[in-house]
């Protein structure tokens, strides 16, 4: 065991994904976010993933966003990211987006294939109050500027955000606080590991953290997880996982707890009631994505 690592988080609860539909009928499954609720600061996953264009081709149309960021993460596939900004991202296979709503913005996301697999995962992250109506932004990150590694014993790894120290060396991702301070400071690795191995992966002491498995199956503090569930962390500062059955993949997600309250009208995430009533008002007033006030 690495001595920089001294308490290994606990496995606390599973939720098992439910299965959803969202923008104008893509099929997802929904973990956090949906009956076993919130994780400050993360406030939603969901993982898309079909070989059938019926599933996801009508995509997200436009629709608008306040007061919190959205990460896309496309293992397989290519969609197209469009906003109010003039943004024109695409999403391919094994890249990012990284939206900051902000204040407000209305985009669209909508595939570019006809036919063949998608699948990947978003992640709704939580901004604090005095974030919530900063400018909205957005970073298209393609694979090729997500380091990553395979370790001596077949664990490979990507990190999307955050530092992370593994196999004697430290990854930067493209989205880490070298980039600019982030409330959140938000830690995204994605992992696959295969049967019989097993990561001490660090995680930043005081972050809530999460695993999310998309293939295989993993044990966790002698726990099983399998396809499709997340397990949310107890505290430490490193999750040991064991590769249990074929190559498993999953993603490791944590971050710096808000401890604000919170206030969600659909798109809308803000800290009160009054606040979403106003995201409504600017949005049917065509004020959503205007200067502040």
Request: proline content about 7%; aromatic content about 6%.
């Amino acid at each position: 065991m690495n001595d920089a690592l001294h308490t290994e988080r606990p496995l606390e609860r599973i939720i098992s994904g439910q299965e959803t539909s969202d923008g104008a009928g893509v099929k997802l499954r929904r973990s956090i976010g949906a009956a076993g609720g919130r994780l400050d600061p993360f406030l939603m996953l969901d993982e898309f993933g079909t070989e059938n264009p019926d599933d996801y081709i009508a995509g997200f149309p436009p629709h608008p966003h306040r007061g919190f960021e959205t990460v896309t993460f496309m293992i397989d596939g290519h969609m197209r990211h469009e906003d109010h900004m003039g943004n024109v991202g695409e999403l391919n296979s094994g890249g990012v987006q990284w939206m900051t709503a902000g204040r407000g913005v209305i985009h669209s996301e909508m595939p570019q294939q006809e036919s063949g697999r998608m699948r990947g995962f978003q992640l709704w992250v939580n901004l604090p109050a005095n974030e919530k109506m900063k400018p909205a932004a957005y970073r298209d990150i393609p694979a090729s500027d997500i380091p990553g590694a395979v370790l001596e014993n077949g664990v490979a790894f990507k990190v999307i955000a955050g530092r992370v120290g593994l196999g004697g060396r430290t990854f930067a991702g493209p989205v880490n606080g070298e980039r600019g301070a982030m409330a959140t400071d938000p830690q995204f690795v994605d992992l696959a590991m295969p049967v019989g191995t097993r990561l001490e992966l660090p995680i930043p002491a005081g972050h809530n953290a999460f695993v999310y498995l998309y293939e295989g199956r993993v044990a966790i503090g002698g726990r099983t997880l399998e396809r499709h569930q997340a397990a949310i962390l107890g505290q430490g500062d490193h999750v040991a996982i064991h590769g249990t059955d074929g190559v498993a993949r999953l993603i490791v997600v944590s971050g710096r707890p808000l401890g604000e309250p919170v206030a969600q009208y659909g798109p809308f995430v803000m800290n009160t009631r009054a606040e979403i009533d106003q995201a409504l008002a600017d949005y049917r007033d065509g004020r959503l994505t205007g200067p502040g006030a």
